[in-house]
């Protein structure tokens, strides 16, 4: 964290000698006496220089003048807000400024910029945390013999929240190196336009994987909270379905990416839903897990298949096939019981089905329909209003916050 501040009248040409000293300060506050007047990131004081005729038009003016073309002001925490809060409100700002640094106002009266590599690499840390009270929350339920049933739900959600641990940190790591990577070749005047415009298609990828696993981890934490097959669904708001879906089949990718199965979706485009994208995420999820684990056992190929379009009465049809082994007629109507599962003694719950059939009629308000054959596959018809009757919600632009 910076904690450099410099008043509205400060020279450009001194603040330049500022970020050349300081190698990693992300930015610096400007202010008028004691009161915030707004934020410089070193992103943007180097793009403006760098064009062209930029250290003639700009180097000989005050910072004023440069904040006086910021078209939005920074995000502005207070050191008390924690860590889940204040990267939610970090990446839900606009997108053109989602990942700029941050100001944080400490009780004493001073100011700080925070690179948000910094605290998405906190809650990283934040993560693991609470992955290790995850482990030993499973320790806990096993010596009951009433919650001994659920410790290979607890065993699940511990090792799958490593996945995107592990994301999270190493690209956390790389976006670090490519920062100071970018930094050597400014502070040594070699930065070429070329050399920028790759690191910034290389810093939106790294942005975008560290907000998909960084929301899939916190997904993860909340749903063992509860400790419960109703787990809480998330946040109501408009998204695009096929996005949703295409989501989730990146997050599950690591399961079945090694494995003979071919994974398809089909969406109509421009499918706009007004309900709950985390309940439906869930559900597509387990239904996924529930294929390769059971339809697709001993490395067996196949493939699986996610029709989505318009049903009726303005609502949603989602249809979920694979052609797998199929459920024998015998156990058809046991798959929704809560416990239920053919695969105990190698890792099953028996809640994954149940949680889908929950999620779908409690939380979408939707229905169900389950059909298959024996050694020719199954399929889920998941069908669900596009508008949870009530009041409207807020939309959410593609690459914004999940909440």
């Known amino acids: 964290m910076c904690l450099t501040s410099v008043p509205v009248d400060y020279p450009c040409g001194e603040l330049e000698k500022i970020f050349r000293k300081m190698a990693t300060a992300p930015g610096v506050t400007v202010v008028d006496g004691r009161q915030l007047v707004g934020m410089i990131s070193r992103e943007y004081f180097v793009m403006t220089i760098l064009r062209p005729y930029g250290r003639q038009l700009h180097l000989s003016r005050s910072v004023g003048h440069l904040l006086g073309q910021i078209r939005w002001p920074p995000l502005v925490i207070d050191e008390r807000v924690d860590i889940e809060t204040a990267v939610g409100m970090a990446l839900s700002r606009r997108r053109e400024c989602g990942y700029d640094p941050v100001v944080v106002t400490f009780a004493d009266g001073q100011f700080g910029v925070l690179n948000m590599q910094v605290l998405l690499s906190a809650l990283a840390v934040l993560f693991e945390a609470r992955n290790e009270e995850l482990q030993q929350a499973q320790a806990r339920l096993i010596q009951t013999e009433k919650m001994a049933s659920l410790g290979g739900l607890v065993a699940g959600i511990a090792h799958e929240i490593s996945t995107p641990l592990g994301v999270l940190l190493g690209t956390a790591g790389h976006f670090a190196d490519l920062v100071r990577e970018i930094d050597a070749k400014m502070t040594g005047q070699v930065l070429r336009r070329p050399d920028f415009e790759h690191f910034l298609k290389d810093a939106g990828q790294a942005s975008r994987l560290i907000e998909m696993n960084a929301s899939r981890a916190a997904d993860l934490v909340q749903s063992f909270k509860q400790v419960s097959v109703d787990q809480a669904s998330g946040e109501r708001r408009q998204f695009d379905l096929r996005r949703t879906i295409y989501e989730t089949m990146v997050a599950m990718s690591p399961k079945w990416k090694r494995r003979p199965v071919k994974i398809s979706a089909q969406c109509r485009a421009s499918i706009s839903c007004d309900t709950y994208p985390g309940a439906l995420s869930q559900i597509l999820t387990n239904l996924l897990s529930n294929s390769l684990m059971h339809g697709f056992d001993g490395n ?104």
């Open 300 to 403: 067996r190929p196949g493939a699986i298949q996610i029709v989505a379009e318009y049903g009726e009465d303005d609502s949603v049809l989602v249809t979920y096939s694979d052609d797998g082994k199929g459920i024998p007629q015998s156990l058809q109507t046991r798959v929704f019981d809560p416990f239920f599962t053919t695969r105990r003694n190698r890792g099953g719950t028996g809640l994954g089905l149940h949680v889908v059939y929950n999620l779908v009629t409690k939380v979408l308000r939707g229905s169900l329909n389950m059909s298959s054959t024996e050694n020719k596959g199954v399929q889920f018809q998941i069908m669900f209003p596009r508008r949870l009757p009530g009041a409207a919600t807020r939309a959410i632009a593609p690459g914004a916050s999940r909440g």
